[in-house]
Structures are given as C-alpha cells and as structure tokens.
C-alpha cells in the first residue's frame, strides 16, 4: 500500500480557513486520494476523494498537486465540529481497502 | 443515503466468553465489508475484508480463529470475538462499500464502532 506522511497535528481558530498537507510521493496513476476525518469515539467520516483534478463539495475542497505527490484538504471556515483527526488515504483503483495513516489532530479553537 | 448501522455500541464481557458485533447496510448492498480495530490514540487497523458469500481475508497478524467473520447477505456482516480476553477490550469498526462504487473510488461507509471492554 502507498504510503502517506501528514502532520501529527494542527491548530486553528474558528472561522478561519484551513488547510491540511498531505504527501505521498510515491503515489501510483491508479490511486485514488480519499480523506477522511474521525470524530471521537466515532467511526470515520466520508469527507472528499479524488484522482487528479481538484474537488470540491459542501464539506471541503481538495488541492492536487500536478505530480499528484501531494494534496491539501482545506476546510474554507473552520467551525468547533471540525475539531477531529483527519486522515489521508490513497487507494489502490484496482483494490477495494482503506488503509488508515495516523492522520492530523485539528485543534479549533474559538 | 448510505447508512451502516453497527450494533451494539458498548458491551462488557467476562474473560473467555464470546462477543458477537453486528454491521449492517440499512438502505444499500454491500458487496464488502470491512473490519478495523482501534486502540486509544490510535489510527484504525484494518483486521479483515469479507466479501458475500464467501471467507473472510484476514490481514496479516491477526488470528482468524480468534475473529470470526461472517458476510452470509449483502447487507449484514458479522465480528465474533471468541474466548475475549483483556487485551481485546478496543473500538471495533466496520465499513460497507456501497455495491456501485466499484472503480470510482468512493462508497466507504463506516459504522459508529463498538467499544469492547474484557473484564
């Protein structure tokens, strides 16, 4: 499984944008990026995935670099409830598992 | 859209009893699921893929005759922990992937985990 390296932990204040690094250099042409983010004693929550182009939706937006080597999750206005562990998930198209990382702890504070 | 439903959310049980967890796909097929375990401060481990119908791929290090996994219909899958001890106590999660996501990379549904605790 391709591997990811985020940030152990982040900080930001309410309201503000965030933005949370991701790289996994050695990404294939058939990973997909999924992020997710886990609420305490909750099981992980769909956040945005994609492949090659950047994304949005209501959640977040997803910044793909050109090499694809990195992402970043940004969060356009932090609130309270997006104080969770994020992590970054590359899958394999051709493979159905989620292998988890160790993530990015955001602290929000307001 | 896509719930997984995972029951129950808390159970206690004596040492070298067994323990039973159910995952369900409540308004979708899941072709498969997906086990995690989870330690405090922890990230997610995956334990198992079980795919309808047929036997569970148990990651590597971890004992399949301790957890048993049943996927017997597209919409419900089944965690048993046989002969709990103590150091099994963890959040136990399952996740359904949705029967139309194949290939395109999304349709990961998690359930709200289960937290076991061995006395």
């Known amino acids: 499984d391709a591997k990811t390296t985020q940030p152990n932990s982040m900080e930001s204040n309410e309201e503000e944008p965030v933005h949370l690094p991701c790289n996994h250099s050695t990404i294939s042409g058939t990973d997909y990026i999924h992020w997710y983010r886990q609420l305490p004693s909750q099981g992980p929550e769909y956040v945005i995935h994609?492949?090659?182009s950047n994304v949005n939706n209501r959640m977040a937006s997803l910044a793909i670099a050109e090499d694809r080597k990195s992402s970043t999750l940004i969060l356009h206005r932090a609130t309270l409830r997006d104080a969770a562990v994020y992590y970054c998930?590359?899958?394999?198209?051709?493979?159905?598992?989620?292998?988890f990382g160790t993530g990015t702890r955001l602290l929000v504070s307001p | 859209g896509a719930v997984v439903s995972q029951h129950p959310s808390r159970v206690i049980c004596k040492s070298g009893t067994s323990v039973k967890i159910e995952c369900r796909s409540l308004d979708f097929q899941a072709t498969t699921m997906f086990w995690y375990r989870q330690f405090p401060k922890q990230s997610l481990m995956l334990m198992a893929t079980?795919?309808?119908?047929?036997?569970?791929?148990?990651e590597q290090g971890v004992e399949k005759d301790k957890f048993l996994i049943n996927h017997a219909s597209l919409t419900l899958s089944t965690l048993t922990v046989t002969s709990a001890h103590p150091e099994d106590s963890s959040f136990y999660i399952c996740?359904?992937?949705?029967?139309?996501?194949?290939?395109?990379?999304?349709?990961?549904?998690f359930g709200s985990g289960t937290r076991l605790t061995v006395v």
């Open positions: 994609g492949l090659t």
């Open positions: 079980s795919n309808e119908g047929s036997k569970a791929t148990y």
């Open positions: 998930i590359l899958r394999d198209g051709g493979f159905q598992k989620l292998v």
């Open positions: 996740s359904a992937r949705d029967i139309e996501g194949t290939g395109r990379g999304y349709g990961y549904t």
